[in-house]
């Protein structure tokens, strides 16, 4: 296969993510000194600026980060939790059976900043003004527009003009949508991160010290009160039509902190995948590999119909028990043991035929009968029109056959990967607070989050909407380790419910196929949406499977005589991924996705 890149190799260290300048700053942190818990962060902050679209300082990160030296791994979670006064019956009060997707009503504690920073502080050695330096530069001196950024503020420029007009004057300079190429600076959020920096370096000139007055001063100081000003003074129109504030208040900023905890585990392959817990969808994906027996799926033809179409079949699985059982396990009884157990496996695999399967079956792990209504998600429908499409949740792709919809402006997400000498690791993926789903709150130069539209106003569901709890986000980083435990690979992507797709794909071709990092992101893809997606208005189309018409007509066609309903995207549509690995002798290797043409690694 010819591939549009070269896969980097080195020694030294590597950084691969979905935006060039914020894999180039992680990197020149790494030259620095740094290790890849420092290099992380630093990037994680740049693509808050360089990428508003996708993700902001007031979103979420789900982080997996792997330590060379006792070789332990951890999970921190950037996920905010809903606020105390946002219930199912507030909801029902307003007349809503669903969480809009847009405005204020669905914002949730941001939780980006504390995670990076308490990474920064318990894994890394650098201050936090060593790693804001560079998000400094780019808000103050501008961002280039991207040809993605760019879409995504000329569709919400109508948005922008007729109901949010502090987000206007912010990312549309003059009131015009700036051109291609041209810088966008966002001097507020340059002030905002400044003044954080400042009462770091204030706090006495410890390191673990300014990080944690850099914390207060988010969730206490002047950041939560600039939040907490808006939210009770600001009403804003949402996807509903109707203008609503917000329920998130400076005492839920002030009673939530990131926290680290532990990974969940598969075997695979005689290596051991790590994702982080059911508070997101990661488990999914090793549930989807549980059902994938290696040496069946290694004698396939990774671009052949029958690995496209087992793979597929065992996602459906997978995913309805996302759908039915997933939550935040401080707030629900996730039966996690049962559902990554070989037994469980074993059973579910029995299910999977030569044959498409249209129908909806979730597992039964604790003996309950599954509460999820899954007729009524197949009966919802994308919306179109003005206010449906911006910020609604991660897009799939911009589907051809579904042009209508504006899927360019709907929120998005980004990763990034870093390993260094010494063999540490990190995996992120930050999203949320994204500049076309929230107006801007102009004192700090960014808008909130909208994540509680991935809860459910339905008391009998593990991801219902309850206040304290942490919506079950599509957030989902993978870490693998080698048989010793070592770190091995780092890997991840933006794209909603894609997500761990896209990676359990990218995984079997690269640990069972021996296709490397960069030939298995390239090469073509393919996802489901055959369950709801997790995003306003929470639709699902049964039996659908989008993919890349690079599989030829043979592949396709076999498909739908299994019985897929196949809908064939373009030739470069699936799949945003990035990886770093480090073998056993030392060398590192690097790759990132050109579909886009803005991820890149870089390394030596």
């Known amino acids: 296969m010819q591939l549009t890149r070269p896969e980097i190799v080195g020694a030294f260290g ?4 979905s935006h060039w300048i914020a894999s180039a700053c992680a990197m020149r942190i790494l030259e620095r000194g740094g290790n890849a818990f420092d290099a992380a962060a630093a990037g994680g902050f740049v693509l808050q600026v360089v990428a508003p679209h996708l993700n902001g300082p007031a979103g979420d990160v789900a982080i997996l980060l792997h330590r060379a030296r006792d070789r332990s791994t951890v999970s921190i979670c950037g996920q905010g939790p809903v606020p105390a006064a946002a219930t199912i019956e507030r909801f029902r009060e307003l007349g809503l059976d669903l969480v809009p997707g847009t405005g204020l009503l669905p914002a949730v504690v941001p939780g980006a900043f504390d995670a990076w920073m308490l990474m920064l502080r318990d894994h890394g050695t650098m201050d936090a003004a ?9 808000a103050e001196r501008g961002v280039p527009v991207t040809a993605r950024l760019r879409e995504t503020l000329c569709a919400a420029s109508g948005l922008f003009h007729r109901y949010w007009p502090r987000s206007r004057e912010l990312y549309l300079p003059g009131g015009d949508v700036p051109a291609l190429d041209t810088l966008l600076p966002n001097r507020p959020l340059a002030g905002t991160f400044r003044r954080l920096a400042d009462v770091a370096r204030s706090a006495g000139g410890e390191r673990v010290r300014g990080i ?28 509903t039509g109707r203008s609503h504030g917000a329920l ?3 005492d839920d900023l002030a009673a939530w902190s990131a926290r680290a905890e532990s990974p969940v585990w598969l075997e695979y392959a005689d290596r051991h995948v790590a994702k982080c817990g059911p508070w997101s969808q990661g488990p999914a994906m090793l549930q989807t590999l549980a059902l994938l027996d290696p040496g069946e ?5 990774p671009l052949g119909d029958e690995f496209v179409h087992r793979v597929t079949e065992a996602m459906k699985l997978a995913f309805a028990d996302r759908e039915t059982y997933y939550g935040d396990p401080l707030g629900a009884d996730v039966p996690m043991d049962v559902l990554l157990s070989e037994d469980y496996a074993r059973q579910r695999r029995g299910l999977i035929s030569s044959l498409a399967d249209a129908s909806w079956r979730p597992g039964q792990p604790n003996g309950a009968a599954p509460a999820f209504d899954y007729e009524a998600a197949a009966s919802r429908e994308r919306e179109t029109g003005l206010l449906s499409a911006y910020g609604g949740g991660e897009p799939t792709v911009g589907e051809v056959a579904s042009s209508d919809y504006l899927a360019s402006v709907a929120g998005d997400t980004c990763h990034i990967d870093v390993v260094d000498e010494a063999g540490n690791m990190v995996s992120a993926t930050p999203s949320g607070g994204w500049l076309q789903s929230s107006p801007v709150i102009p004192a700090l130069g960014f808008p909130l989050g909208t994540r509680a539209q991935m809860t459910w106003l339905d008391e009998r569901l593990p991801s219902r909407l309850a206040p304290g709890t942490r919506p079950r986000t599509t957030l989902t980083p993978t870490l693998v380790l080698d048989e010793a435990r070592r770190g091995y690979l780092a890997c991840g992507t933006p794209g909603g419910d894609q997500q761990d797709q896209w990676q359990v794909v990218f995984l079997l071709r690269h640990l069972l196929h021996g296709q490397g990092l960069q030939e298995a992101i390239e090469a073509p893809a393919f996802h489901s949406e055959h369950w709801p997606n997790s995003f306003y208005p929470r639709h699902a189309s049964p039996g659908k499977l989008v993919i890349e018409d690079r599989f030829g007509r043979d592949v396709i066609a076999a498909l739908e005589r299994r019985g897929h309903r196949v809908v064939e995207n373009g030739a470069w549509s699936e799949g945003r991924l990035t990886a770093v690995s480090r073998e056993r002798d030392g060398r590192v290797r690097a790759a990132a996705n050109p579909r886009g043409g803005i991820g890149y690694a870089i390394g030596r």
Do not use: P
């Open 14 to 17: 590597a950084a691969s993510s």
């Open 130 to 138: 060593d790693v804001l330096e560079c998000a400094i530069h780019y």
């Open 212 to 239: 944690d007055a850099a914390r207060r001063e988010w969730s206490h100081g002047f950041v939560a009160d600039a939040i907490d000003r808006f939210c009770r003074t600001e009403t804003a129109i949402d996807v």
């Open 248 to 250: 998130l208040t400076g």
């Open 297 to 301: 799926i290694a004698s396939l033809d």
